[in-house]
């Protein structure tokens, strides 16, 4: 089992930045992928941003340029730096963490991002 925390959502004015973490533990050495996803109320839950255990990132086309993952190996800690935040980036941010190997996902809570006009 691998558990995630994420913290750091809020409120913002747009074109604030936020700091977003998810620290992982359990048996994170399953684990290949960590990605942050969110979801708007009524719509569907998307990617924003993964980080594979290589280093290797990808970005939804919506973030890119404004959104930066990263990771602390060390911490078993995921990052996720938003800035220019729009209203429409405004939702409830998910961490994910996916073992190919095991053909697993695993969710954190979430952690609410609102991003007032």
């Known amino acids: 089992q691998v558990q995630l925390v994420e913290s750091g959502g809020g409120l913002v004015q747009a074109g604030g930045s936020l700091r977003l973490s998810c620290a992982a533990s359990?048996?994170?050495?399953?684990?290949?992928?960590m990605g942050w996803y969110r979801q708007a109320p009524g719509k569907q839950r998307e990617l924003v941003a993964s980080?594979?255990?290589?280093?290797?990132?990808n970005y939804a086309d919506s973030v890119k340029g404004r959104f930066t993952i990263s990771r602390d190996t060390a911490k078993n800690t995921v990052y996720l730096q938003t800035n220019s935040l729009k209203p429409e980036d405004t939702a409830v941010y998910y961490c994910?963490?996916?073992?190919?190997?095991?053909?697993?996902?695993?969710w954190g809570q979430g952690t609410q991002v609102t991003v007032s006009s």
């Open positions: 359990g048996s994170i050495f399953s684990i290949n992928v």
């Open positions: 980080i594979t255990s290589s280093g290797r990132t």
């Open positions: 994910n963490a996916h073992s190919t190997f095991m053909s697993r996902d695993y």
